[in-house]
């Protein structure tokens, strides 16, 4: 019965963590998208500071810039996986939560019917 209940109290240590990871991703979304657009666009910016001095020392063309110089990962992305995981977590705290209620309820019923 003891094992039932400390792999009942694993799991809801799991869905925590689990939950409080997702919390952190969620939280941090938009402060991460952000440090990754400014750092593509300095890039983009370097590329391009590189790609006019070519164009005066050789007099022609440089080269269109690249799309993904521009693009940063989605901040919508993160903020997905932070809800799926915390939806995960939430299955897993009812679910460890049924069986720690069915535990008691077993040990009810043999404390019951030793009397």
Do not use: C, F
């Amino acid at each position: 019965m003891l094992s039932i209940i400390s792999s009942s109290l694993a799991g809801l240590y799991a869905a925590t963590d689990r939950a409080s990871r997702a919390a952190e991703r969620i939280a941090n979304a938009g402060v991460r998208a952000g440090e990754e657009l400014e750092a593509a666009t300095l890039a983009a910016g370097n590329r391009s500071y590189g790609n006019a001095n070519s164009l005066t020392n050789s007099g022609g063309m440089p080269p269109p810039p690249s799309l993904s110089a521009y693009a940063a990962p989605s901040p919508d992305a993160q903020m997905i996986y932070g809800l799926a995981d915390l939806m995960l977590a939430e299955h897993a705290y009812k679910a460890n939560i049924a069986v720690l209620k069915t535990a008691d309820d077993m040990l009810g019923r043999l404390v019951d019917a030793d009397h």
